[in-house]
């Protein structure tokens, strides 16, 4: 008889461990064992949470070379069956050879599974019987598990469930992430001490009553935020290094439609408009997507939201400063253009307005659909398609983490006719849903690279724009692994071609996540290894970084409302010199809808003590010994961006901290 040492491990994780018997079968090039019970010294304690127990299988002949596994487990008599989570399984064989077997799968009934050795296998080179319609099993049975939803038409599709709870076992969210999310869900309010607060529609009688809210939850950032959000420097920044930086572009052309001329903005002489322009210090914010959004209406209170093009000028001390804004896209007597030099109140108040058309276009487009739709579009296509032994599984798989479930979430408790968003923000009404397809139709794919959207904004030379410095060496750093990884797995452009999983992976994203709009620049199919290379690279960043950059200040800098209203309750002002501290108080969102902002904010800014960082994956799904390498190198050259950020931003009065690899999680999961 020849020995086959076995060793199985349980995972780490609350209800993880079976007391079930527990069997296991060994297929092999030459033959497959047996049906063998793993039973040894450590009895019913051999498969508890975090226990590796060893086993030995025997077999009278040598089965060649390991392909897969079959695990099943069955209940005894006085135990009922139980769920269990095995995390991998090794066998050593009697030659010596040591055959890994990923599972990170919950087994929650008797069933028989196979689990495929842990070397990579793309489809055209996997070439044993047994293995090929295991692959196709797996995949007909994640077609099941995995299907397309429509939420609402013109915008990119989801998965079809009808809670977390009828999601597959190994998408949901772990119990201890279950149990912080309710937790924060359930106790914003109150950890924000709003609570009596979150049902007034009073207005805020004056600044130190918003004071004494904002005094319970603070950060560094959000008390600096409080201080400076009057300031034209830090209104400025904030389009560089706040949580919406995709908006602004370097201004080549004045529009049309924003009738700006030089004796308005540079009275005093010392510069001129067009020279500014011509010398690139002169920047563009245009909000024309909120343009004919209908505003919603918010305790029975119509609401105001603009769409105001903004002139930022650089000047030689490289601050960016608002030197004009027109809170309405068609030029008008009733339409005025605001310029630094009117009184404090009109200013104040057009900039009041251009913040709040920012939250609404960044929490809708910028961060909602640019991040967190598109994510669980690429796991969805990814788990639809591609079978556990692909490499592109292995590589992406960490990056899905938690998405599924926190996107159902999000539609349940932010953007359903129920949803917090949808009661309280400005386009959260009726035209949400058409917002969010206009969005859709002007996703490109180039604005989702961020070397090619930085340099389609003329923003590649712009100081003190951490996002771009930051964002352009993490991209760099993902695409050198991603380029490590599929090299290696994909010799040339031929098996990048006859990869049919790989090709229907990406044509199900072109159909199911840009909705088969070619002009989005999206490919439908690959034929490259650059090619892949780089649109790996985009998904991977777009779920980790991009996500990180649009999400994870959000409290920092919505925490203190005037700087961010979620809803306006009065029209802007149609002339100049009829505003006052009285008329912006009026204007300000009521207490109910700032309470129920923040909490909100604040609920989106929490990192779950179980936060995965980018590069350190919780599964080892690899088992070459290439491509375990490539991943310490992506995870050393990640270590060391994290050194040079902080360092960076020890000089810096406002630390960038969002793309810093130890704060950035690997998927979208909150």
Not at 99 to 128: C, I, K, M, Q
Not at 240 to 257: D, E, F, K, Q, Y
Not at 280 to 300: E, H, M, Q, T, V
Not at 656 to 666: F, G, S
Request: one cysteine or more.
């Amino acid at each position: 008889m020849l020995d086959y040492e076995v060793t199985v491990s349980t995972g780490y994780r609350t209800s993880a461990t079976t007391f079930n018997n527990v069997f296991i079968k060994l297929v092999g090039t030459d033959g497959e064992s047996e049906r063998s019970w793993l039973f040894g010294f450590k009895g019913l304690l051999a498969f508890f949470s975090g226990a590796e127990s060893s086993f030995t299988v025997s077999n009278p002949v040598s089965l060649g070379k390991l392909v897969l596994i079959e695990l099943d487990k069955q209940r005894l008599l006085l135990f009922p069956e139980d769920n269990w989570f095995p995390t991998k399984v090794v066998v050593k064989s009697p030659e010596g050879d040591i055959y890994n077997f990923p599972v990170y799968r919950w087994n929650t009934d008797s069933e028989v599974h196979r689990f495929r050795e842990g070397t990579a296998l793309r489809v055209f080179e996997d070439d044993h019987a047994l293995g090929r319609y295991d692959r196709e099993q797996e995949l007909k049975l994640r077609a099941d598990d995995y299907r397309w939803d429509v939420y609402a038409e013109g915008i990119p599709h989801n998965i079809k469930t009808d809670g977390p709870l009828s999601l597959p076992a190994e998408v949901r969210f772990s119990f201890t992430k279950t149990t912080e999310f309710l937790f924060d869900v359930s106790t914003g309010i109150t950890e924000l001490q709003l609570k009596g607060l979150a049902d007034s529609k009073e207005n805020w009688p004056d600044i130190d009553a918003l004071n004494r809210v904002f005094w319970f939850k603070r950060t560094d950032i959000s008390d600096y935020v409080k201080e400076h959000w009057k300031d034209d420097a830090f209104f400025g920044y904030q389009y560089l290094n706040g949580v919406n930086p995709m908006l602004i572009r370097r201004c080549s052309t004045l529009p049309c439609n924003f009738p700006v001329t030089n004796d308005m903005v540079f009275i005093h002489g010392g510069s001129n408009l067009e020279d500014e322009i011509k010398n690139g210090n002169i920047f563009l914010l245009d909000y024309k997507s909120l343009d004919g959004i209908k505003a919603n209406i918010i305790n029975g209170k119509q609401q105001y939201l603009m769409a105001p093009l903004v002139l930022l000028h650089k000047t030689p001390d490289d601050k960016l400063m608002p030197i004009a804004i027109q809170l309405k896209q068609t030029p008008a007597a009733d339409n005025p253009i605001f310029f630094p030099t009117d009184s404090e109140y009109d200013w104040l108040t057009a900039k009041i307005f251009v913040r709040s058309a920012d939250f609404n276009e960044h929490q809708l487009n910028v961060h909602l659909l640019r991040t967190h739709l598109l994510a669980e579009v690429f796991a969805v296509s990814l788990l639809r398609n591609m079978p556990m032994v692909h490499p592109l599984y292995k590589l992406l798989i960490a990056h899905t983490r938690y998405t599924l479930q926190i996107n159902f979430l999000a539609r349940l408790v932010l953007i359903s006719d129920s949803g917090v968003f949808s009661k309280f923000a400005a386009s959260g009404g009726e035209d949400m849903m058409p917002f969010l397809k206009k969005s859709q139709n002007s996703l490109t794919y180039s604005s989702l690279c961020i070397r090619d959207d930085i340099a389609e904004r003329g923003m590649e030379d712009v100081p003190n724009f951490y996002y771009r410095d930051d964002g352009i060496k993490l991209w760099d750093i993902i695409s050198r692994y991603v380029k490590g990884m599929i090299t290696f797995y994909y010799k040339n452009d031929d098996e990048v071609q006859k990869d049919s999983e790989l090709q229907k992976w990406i044509s199900d994203i072109f159909e199911h996540g840009f909705l088969s709009q070619a002009e989005t620049g999206i490919p439908q199919s690959f034929a490259t290894v650059p090619e892949l290379v780089k649109f790996v690279t985009m998904v991977i960043f777009t779920g980790s970084a991009q996500h990180s950059a649009v999400n994870t200040g959000q409290y920092d800098y919505g925490g203190w409302m005037p700087n961010t209203p979620i809803s306006l309750q009065r029209p802007p002002p149609t002339t100049k010199g009829t505003t006052s501290e009285a008329t912006m108080l009026e204007t300000f969102p009521d207490v109910a809808t700032t309470v129920q902002g923040m909490s909100t904010l604040w609920l989106l800014s929490q990192q779950s003590s179980d936060f995965a960082p980018l590069g350190h994956c919780p599964e080892e799904h690899f088992s070459e010994e290439t491509a375990v390498d490539m991943m310490r190198e992506f995870q050393g050259q990640l270590k060391v961006l994290s050194a040079v950020i902080k360092v960076r931003n020890q000089k810096l009065e406002v630390p960038y901290t969002y793309l810093d690899p130890e704060e950035v999680e690997n998927s979208v999961a909150i």
